[in-house]
Every structure is written in C-alpha cells, then in structure tokens.
C-alpha cells in the first residue's frame, strides 16, 4: 500500500535526528543493522526514503517508525501521535462499534498522570453520585477501562442484540469482570443480589445468572429478556470468565415487548 503524506511527524523526526548530530547515512545505517537483528528488510530506512519522510510528509510504515524510534530514543506511541493515531483512542472507538453478541475487551489498561487522583481533584468525589463529564473535562478522552480495578478484573462489552439480562444489563453495556473460580447457587435475597456471571462459550461468549448442577451449568437470563434457559455440560462446554462488579450502562427508552419476544424467538433454548 503506498505511503500517505503528514505534515508534522517528518519535521518532528527532523528536529531529533538534526539535535543528535545524525546524518542521513547514519541513520540509514542503523536502520539496516536494526533490519538485520530482526531478520526483515522492512525495517531499513533507505536515503531517499528519509529524506522523503522529513521533507514530503512521507508517513513512515511501522516497521520504519520503529526503526526510527529506536534510533531517536523517542516512544513509539508518542510517534504515532504525530501521525495522528493515539492507541489510548482504541478502547473508546471499540465503544463506538457495536457488536451484537457479548464479549471480552483485550485492551491493556494505561493510568496515567490524569488518571484517577489528579482527574478528581476538581470537587468530584468517586464516593459520590456525580456527572461524569466533570471528570471527563479533567481527564481528556479517556475510556472507562482505565478506571484502576485492580489487576484481577477484565472487562467486557454486551453486544447491541444481547438481551439476556435485560433490564439489568441493557444491550451495549461496559461489564467490570474479577476474577472467580466459583458458582454461587444462594445467598441472595433478590434479583439485584444475585450474581451476574460472564462466561465464554466455544462460539463466543455470555453474561446471565447461572446454577450448577452437578457437571451441568444453566444459563438463566432475566425473565422480562423472554430467553429461556441455556444448559451446558460444564466445564466441558463453558468457561468461566468471572463475576460482573460493576456495569457502565447507555440508558434509553426499553423496547416494546414484541420486538424482545421475536428476539426470543430467533434466539431459542440453544
């Protein structure tokens, strides 16, 4: 694919390889020994393409941002952000893009300095209810799975045509997963103390109440949803992936009982 044009990141690499003394062929050179630790040409940064990435806007592949990364002592997600790509916008964008069936996120989470404790320093306290733009206005466009939850939760998005756990977990929801190695089967006194669990199925995944029978699990989703029970030969046919602690959640107008129920239909027992 050819090599679309900027106009910042080539004067920014500019300015770092003229303030290290750097000349092209220095440059180049490096780039051919980093090419040849890993065994790919990609990685080599000829003279002509240099000076096309400084002087043209030439934006560099990858493998050559990398390369001159390296060279620069310069952090590639910063590098990228010349180019425009920030890869603390993807969790944020993955929001956007609605998948209709329920699913793990696999984004690393990133707390930076305008994380928690700086991003609330404005009046906003996490122990009360509050308008999440106040933090949002300190905090930039950061996504909900930064929140620090500790290193045992993953986090995990309901799809748009997942109607399981309706009303209590709409479709489109952000799910807060920790890590548990055991099925509750009591202990609660009402739906909302139950616990919801996410599970991951051998064609994807699911988040609902569950019982375990013996070696038989039962997926039992919320009864306005209309979806009957689903049962599993566990763990043979169903992982568990953990427990749901917390929920952001798009609130709207629910949907007619009709359109619920043909989605119980084309969903079936399974």
């Known amino acids: 694919m050819a090599e679309r044009r900027s106009e910042n990141g080539g004067q920014k690499l500019r300015r770092i390889r003229e303030r290290l003394n750097l000349r092209y062929r220095d440059v180049a050179e490096a780039s051919e020994r980093i090419a040849s630790e890993h065994g790919n040409d990609d990685f080599a940064i000829g003279l002509s393409r240099l000076a096309d990435i400084e002087n043209k806007g030439t934006i560099p592949s990858l493998f050559r941002l990398y390369s001159l990364c390296a060279i620069y ?28 069936g ?12 305008t994380g928690n404790s700086s991003a609330l320093q404005d009046g906003a306290d996490p122990a009360e209810t509050t ?110 992936v953990g427990r749901v602690v917390g929920v952001a959640m798009p609130l709207g107008v629910a949907p007619e009982r009709k359109v619920l129920q043909g989605r119980a239909e084309r969903n079936g027992a399974d």
């Open 131 to 240: 308008l999440l733009t106040k933090m949002v206005r300190r905090w930039g466009a950061l996504p909900l799975c930064v929140i620090e939850q500790g290193n045992s939760h993953q986090y995990g998005f309901i799809g748009s045509e997942d109607w399981s756990m309706f009303p209590i977990l709409r479709p489109g929801s952000l799910v807060i997963i920790k890590d548990v190695r055991k099925i509750a089967n009591g202990g609660w006194q009402n739906e909302h103390d139950r616990p919801v669990y996410f599970f991951e199925l051998r064609n994807g995944y699911a988040c609902a109440w569950a019982t375990l029978l013996g070696d038989r699990l039962v997926l039992e989703s919320h009864p306005a949803s209309l979806r009957r029970p689903r049962l599993y030969r566990y763990p043979q046919e169903i992982d568990l």
């Open 73 to 100: 002592r310069v952090d590639f997600n910063d590098a990228l952000q010349w180019y425009g790509v920030d890869l603390r916008s993807i969790p944020v964008e993955a929001a956007k893009v609605g998948l209709p």
């Open 102 to 113: 329920s699913h793990l996120t696999h984004f690393r989470q990133q707390v930076t300095s």
